[in-house]
């Protein structure tokens, strides 16, 4: 083997050991011990501790902490010593500490926007139970007053009876005045026309004989009197023989005069 050879075969053996070694520093501490090795290995085929540091992505002085300790035979646990150690497990606890510090922190915060959620959904519960009693309370207030404008005009049509709705009729009907006035209002709904037409020309024209609007002619059967056969005089007599021949008219299809 020539020297050119020896030196490729060396130096890639150099390479293959830094790799290693690379690797194992990654995996965590519990592979500190084969980096070391591999470390002390490439170094005592010539590498020197500032490609070592290259290769592996540390500092010249923790490839030297590399090379004391596995020239000690591993004596401390780590290559650092056991006060780094302890500062590594003191920094790894605070940043638990601050981790869960944060999570409480985030609990606090969720539960008081809760909280806040909360108060907002009950002021609004209460906003619109003060809104509806309000409501109530209008409507009531409404009613009472329109009570009151009723009873006022109830107590004025009292006082002064020229304001009263009711108008006794001028000319009162008598029993067969108004037999034949019914008669012909119900008429009124039958199906043929023709007889819809004469019931309307028979009621309007009792209407016009009595000398009433419709208004005066439709009141409250307290408001109107009966008047016995024997109290009517002649014209009511002629009247109804009149109305009696309009009627006959109609039905045997004529039209009433």
Same mark, same amino acid.
């Given at each position: 083997?020539?020297?050119?050879? $020896? ?12 790799? !290693? *070694?690379?690797?194992? !520093? ?5 592979? @500190? ?5 591999? !470390? *002390? ?38 290559? $650092?010593? %056991? #006060? ?29 926007? &809760?909280?806040?959620? @909360?108060?907002?959904?009950? *002021? ?23 009570? #009151? ?18 108008? *006794? %009729? ?10 034949? &006035? ?19 020309? !028979? ?13 005066? &002619? ?8 009966? @008047? ?8 009511? #007599?002629?009247?109804?023989?009149? #109305? ?11 039209? %009433?005069?």
């Amino acid at each position: 083997m020539n020297d050119a050879t $020896f030196c490729l075969s060396q130096d890639a053996s150099i390479q293959a050991h830094l790799e !290693i *070694a690379k690797k194992a !520093i990654a995996s965590g501490e519990n592979d @500190l011990r084969r980096a070391a090795e591999h !470390i *002390a290995e490439a170094h005592k085929q010539g590498a020197s501790q500032r490609r070592i540091a290259a290769a592996i992505g540390k500092s010249v002085s923790t490839v030297n902490r590399y090379l004391n300790w596995h020239d000690s035979g591993f004596r401390d646990e780590t290559p $650092f010593g %056991p #006060e780094s150690k302890a500062k590594r497990q003191r920094a790894r606890v605070r940043a638990t500490e601050r981790t869960n510090s944060g999570k409480r922190s985030r609990g606090e915060v969720a539960q008081d926007e &809760l909280a806040a959620a @909360l108060a907002r959904a009950q *002021a609004a519960q209460a906003d619109a139970a003060r809104a509806r009693a309000e409501a109530i309370r209008a409507t009531d207030e409404a009613m009472r007053a329109k009570a #009151e404008a009723v009873r006022e005009r109830l107590r004025s049509g009292r006082a002064d009876p020229s304001h009263s709705t009711a108008t *006794a %009729p001028r000319h009162p009907l008598d029993r067969r005045q108004r037999d034949l &006035l019914v008669k012909a209002l119900g008429m009124l709904g039958s199906d043929q026309v023709g007889e819809r037409a004469a019931a309307a020309l !028979i009621a309007e024209k009792q209407r016009s004989k009595l000398g009433m609007t419709w208004d005066e &002619l439709v009141v409250n059967d307290q408001d109107g009197c009966d @008047l016995d056969e024997d109290e009517l005089d002649d014209d009511d #007599e002629l009247d109804d023989e009149d #109305e009696d021949r309009d009627w006959k008219c109609h039905e045997a299809g004529e039209q %009433p005069n």
